[in-house]
């Protein structure tokens, strides 16, 4: 990864869909060297996928919060499995400190957001506490 490839990946961080055209323009390099650039990183798993970012609230979720879990540190493997399960969890992270794993969850509405914390999160054997942050407001930084 050299200065030019963190470029190519910030181009297409803004814009997924952007052409190599596009990206070679706006990272000021030929469009065969954006193509061969954009080709590598994915074929070397840095780029690995493309997807549409969702205005969450737009998409009807009104509730969100980042959820802590202390855990059995033994269970991380049926964790990862549950959390997989629950469509209201969009993000999972195996963190140290004071927690164990910090997941975002995005809910319908408040009652919602309590349903998933109080009777699938603490429903999980391995869970031993949950914190919950709700979230007012949030947006993404252009150096995503």
């Known amino acids: 990864m050299d200065e030019v490839d963190f ?3 910030a181009e297409l961080r803004k814009d997924g869909r952007a052409s190599v055209s596009a990206v070679a323009q706006a ?20 780029i690995i996928g493309f997807g549409a970012r969702v205005d969450p609230v737009l998409a009807g979720q009104h509730s969100s919060a980042y959820v802590t879990l202390t855990v059995e540190q033994a269970s991380w493997q049926e964790i990862r499995a549950r959390l997989s399960q629950i469509p209201e969890v969009v993000h999972v992270a195996l963190v140290g ?13 408040n009652g919602d957001l309590r349903r998933v ?27 995503a």
């Open 7 to 9: 470029r190519v990946l």
């Open 27 to 46: 990272t000021h390099i030929s469009r065969a060297n954006a193509y061969a650039r954009v080709k590598r990183l994915i074929e070397s798993g840095v």
């Open 97 to 109: 400190g004071d927690y164990d794993v910090m997941i975002l969850v995005r809910a319908r509405d």
């Open 117 to 143: 914390v109080l009777e699938e999160l603490q429903a999980i054997p391995a869970v031993r506490a949950t914190k919950t942050a709700l979230i007012f407001e949030d947006f993404e930084t252009t150096h």
